[in-house]
């Protein structure tokens, strides 16, 4: 008898986050690799055009067979809130986020397991950076998973320990699994060639953000104007509309104009060959999110100067350098990490020393685990 693992890929299907479009894919393919034997994967997938369909299942090669629901992504992810029939299905579900038939079922006489992730906190900790349609929904899946998930995965043992603010009486149903950088993520043998078509610069301070509080960019960018170093920063992952914002944060943060570069969300192989010229990862924010950012850094070996907080020390442990959430300390730990060629160079082997940690076969091997566990 073979068993199936259903895995949602809604996100795959109709992205709304770049990360976790990226995540559930990775993840996916790396459990597809990881099958036990007398195993399989199937995806979860909202209603699509076939070519659609097709498409999902050339970008992960080896499902079983993909499970089509009648809903558009929209009206399936009210349905899920509400609770209501989907059409998805019993069985083994593994969700690489809260979108998951969450409701009443019987694991131990039909076998069914749901299992859910949840990769950051933003709707409890910064509601006010998110559409309150997103922050309701969030709750409310959550409050859904706390009830009827077999287990919440998170990826950090100092979310796990968050969790229980935001959803008491889990007991021992948290498991932490993090993630990991895209598979074979590597500089392109043509990063020359990206970077001149996205006019970014070389040898730059890299960070990541827009304009809201949480993603602290404005603490980024005094701590590199107090770091006396004259260098040129980019900003990626920047929200559409929010570069005049960006700039105005740069400009009252005593950072010059001339040395600010704004660039959006980028695609992965752009993103390798951008970190492929950083001489340095700022990471500021300080909130719980999964730091994909940082962890693509570790995978590159670029130096790593963070924000104290538990989750950057659980993350990168001695892979880069740690300091208090101020200017002052950011700064000069950043002075101090590109104040030479040896300091430079040794905090990049650190970061990739590191970076060999996060793996999704790893991950994907410890999902089979858990829901062999359950």
């Not at 060639?193 to 610069?201: A, E, F, H, N, S």
Request: aromatic share 4%.
């Amino acid at each position: 008898m073979v068993a199936t693992l259903r895995v949602v890929l809604d996100q795959v299907a109709a992205p709304t986050d770049a990360d976790l479009a990226v995540a559930s894919r990775e993840l996916a393919a790396a459990l597809v690799a990881a099958a036990p034997t007398g195993c399989e994967v199937e995806g979860i997938v909202p209603s699509l055009p076939a070519v659609r369909v097709d498409e999902i299942a050339s970008e992960v090669r080896g499902l079983a067979g993909i499970h089509k629901v009648a809903l558009a992504r929209r009206e399936l992810s009210a349905a899920l809130q509400l609770g209501v029939a989907t059409g998805i299905g019993g069985g083994m579900i593994h969700s690489p986020t809260l979108f998951a038939p969450l409701v009443k079922h019987d694991r131990v006489h039909d076998n069914d397991q749901t299992v859910v992730t949840l990769w950051d906190f933003r709707a409890w900790e910064a509601p006010d950076e998110l559409s309150r349609t997103a922050v309701g929904w969030q709750r409310a899946m959550l409050k859904r998973a706390a009830k009827h998930a077999d287990a919440i995965v998170v990826p950090t043992h100092s979310m796990a320990g968050q969790l229980e603010d935001f959803a008491p009486r889990l007991n021992e149903r948290v498991r932490v699994i993090a993630g990991a950088a895209p598979a074979g993520f590597a500089v392109p043998s043509d990063e020359v060639g990206r970077r001149r078509v996205l006019d970014v610069p070389e040898g730059f301070v890299l960070i990541s953000g827009g304009i809201a509080a949480s993603d602290a960019l404005a603490l980024g960018f005094s701590a590199i104007a107090r770091s006396g170093l004259d260098v040129p920063v980019l900003v990626i992952d920047a929200p559409e509309g929010e570069e005049p914002g960006i700039a105005e944060l740069a400009s009252a943060s005593g950072l010059p104009e001339r040395n600010l570069q704004v660039r959006g969300p980028l695609d992965t192989a752009d993103r390798a060959a951008v970190f492929g010229a950083a001489v340095a990862l700022l990471a500021p924010a300080v909130r719980s999110t999964f730091p994909w950012r940082v962890v693509e850094a570790l995978a590159l070996g670029v130096p790593v100067i963070a924000a104290q907080s538990p989750l950057h020390a659980e993350t990168i442990v001695d892979g880069g350098m740690l300091v208090p959430a101020d200017p002052e300390a950011l700064g000069s730990a950043l002075s101090d990490a590109l104040g030479s060629t040896v300091a430079a160079d040794r905090l990049g082997v650190l970061a990739a020393d590191r970076g060999r940690v996060f793996s999704w076969r790893e991950a994907a091997d410890r999902v089979w685990q858990l829901h062999a566990d359950l």
